[in-house]
């Protein structure tokens, strides 16, 4: 679903993965705050994206993009080439399906697919899509606080918490590299959330957490360099 140009806004948000639960929160949320919204789905089978664009005529545009295909990135960013967002926020990602099994357990293909979809991919769309950003803007990740090596003293979910460090570190490298840049970077560790990634025990609901996380994210605009953050703006411990 593509418009021709979104109305008049506080802003336009490119929202990487915003088919379902968090993203398609962060989405709505947004919208309720004057922004519009740009966001992406892995295929072009109507979603609960789709259901929300219905219900905002005009301020919702839906892109078809797999995180983890190069080529499905490069075709986006040409899709939207001349087009300046003040913020883009990459939310895709996922967990191994047995958070119980160590490290040594966990099998090479379910280990390569959770540091590709969670560590490369993130940063991949963050230099395909960067250029499309405000010099002033800001770009976010949703990363998460299992990927705090300072805060972990529990241990479990090994393989998800390895995927999600190394995107910090990443992040690092990148933030080192642009460090003369005026955009803000953010970190973005949300807590444990109830939704199809997060499960049913989860202690938080979406709607407890995602209006902090967007103003965490607000509130971070203007501020350049590189923050690991949570919902309520503190800083986590790398």
């Not at 295929?43 to 005009?58: E, F, I, T, V, W």
């Not at 989860?202 to 996380?213: L, R, T």
Request: some cysteine.
């Amino acid at each position: 679903m593509r418009q021709a140009a979104l109305p008049a806004a506080v802003g336009t948000i490119l929202l990487v993965g915003a088919s379902r639960g968090l993203g398609l929160a962060m989405a709505a949320e947004f919208l309720t705050r004057g922004w519009n919204v740009v966001g992406t789905v892995r295929d072009s089978a109507g979603s609960d994206l789709h259901a929300l664009a219905d219900k905002h005529p005009g301020r919702v545009e839906i892109e078809v993009l797999d995180v983890v295909e190069p080529d499905q990135i490069t075709a986006l960013r040409d899709r939207l080439s001349g087009r300046r967002f003040e913020m883009l926020f990459h939310n895709a990602g996922i967990a191994n399906a047995n958070a119980r099994q160590s490290v040594a357990q966990v099998s090479t293909e379910a280990f390569v697919r959770l540091m590709v979809t969670n560590a490369l991919s993130p940063m991949r769309v963050i230099e395909g899509l960067q250029d499309l950003v405000s010099t002033d803007g800001l770009i976010g990740v949703m990363s998460s606080g299992q990927g705090s090596i300072g805060n972990n003293e529990k241990g479990g979910a090994e393989a998800y918490r390895g995927s999600k460090a190394a995107l910090n570190q990443l992040m690092r490298c990148y933030a080192a590299r642009h460090a003369a840049e005026q955009r803000a970077l953010v970190l973005m560790a949300p807590g444990w959330i109830r939704t199809a990634l997060g499960g049913p025990d989860a202690p938080f609901g979406i709607e407890d957490a995602i209006p902090k996380v967007v103003d965490v994210l607000l509130a971070q605009q203007g501020k350049p360099g590189l923050k690991f953050l949570d919902r309520e703006g503190r800083t986590v411990p790398w």
